[in-house]
């Protein structure tokens, strides 16, 4: 539990375990707290890193400051300040614009990647024509976005789930109002990943309405050699909804993708 001062601000992170790198990007219903059903589990294999973005959990954004325009550069110094040159990166929604955009910029530094309901602003025009589709579902700004952030059945199903989804969430106190109007307008190519053939896995629930598994599934076809995987009886949080089939999917991807993992 610690501040790293970087790139004008105080990031909030946290590392548990040993081995290679894994950092973990939460998605804006979350912050670092999110990850607590795999925390405990990948940190028996990986050194996790997990954090707060800034404007989130314990990350306060400068007055007026950057927003999302800063999450790449934000990932970057917090790794240089670890000591960290490579890592594998696991992202969840937003945390998809944080890592794709990394490992477009910075393809050297990762080890593999996980994109897990999220578009992650990759530069495609089927993909933006299926999300301009969607566009109602955007509607009522992200209090409204995060009502939907879950199967509609995971409330009944999973109630003490849903209230903790609820109060992580409900820690996010600075979030910026322009933060959907941001990541939207954001596109990160992936002809890196395809060039150094970086091992990569698209995870999706199959009742996601926010990113839904067809809009997934073109993306994966972007990207040749990605492994396209759909998880049923989850929404846009399989992490938090299906944890224990994340968790399994996630953590063959990475032993199999990681040398010495």
């Not at 049923?232 to 089939?245: I, K, L, N, R």
């Amino acid at each position: 539990m610690a501040l790293a001062r970087i790139n004008g601000i105080e990031l909030y992170y946290e590392i548990h375990g040993e081995g290679p790198a894994v950092v973990l990007a939460h998605g804006a219903g979350g912050n670092h707290l999110s990850w607590w059903q795999q925390v405990p589990h990948l940190s028996q294999h990986f050194r996790c890193v997990t954090f707060d973005h800034r404007g989130f959990g314990a990350s306060r954004d400068l007055p007026d400051g950057p927003g999302a325009d800063a999450f790449i550069e934000d990932l970057r110094q917090l790794l240089d300040h670890l000591g960290i040159e490579r890592t594998a990166l696991v992202a969840q929604s937003m945390g998809g614009w944080t890592s794709l955009g990394f490992a477009s910029r910075y393809p050297e530094r990762v080890t593999a990647l996980a994109l897990c309901d999220t578009t992650a602003g990759i530069d495609n025009p089927e993909v933006a024509r299926e999300m301009k589709s969607l566009q109602a579902t955007m509607q009522g700004g992200l209090t409204a976005v995060l009502q939907r952030a879950y199967s509609t059945q995971f409330p009944q199903r999973e109630p003490a789930k849903c209230f903790l989804y609820q109060q992580i969430s409900g820690l996010n106190v600075h979030v910026p109002a322009d933060l959907l109007a941001k990541l939207t307008a954001m596109r990160h190519r992936v002809e890196p990943l395809i060039e150094r053939h970086i091992p990569t896995t698209l995870l999706v629930g199959e009742e996601d309405v926010l990113t839904p598994a067809k809009t997934m599934e073109l993306m994966a076809h972007q990207i040749s050699h990605a492994r396209f995987i759909k998880v049923p009886a989850a929404g846009h949080s399989v992490y938090f909804e299906q944890p224990d089939e994340f968790n399994r999917i996630v953590l063959e991807f990475l032993r199999s993708a990681i040398p010495g993992a």
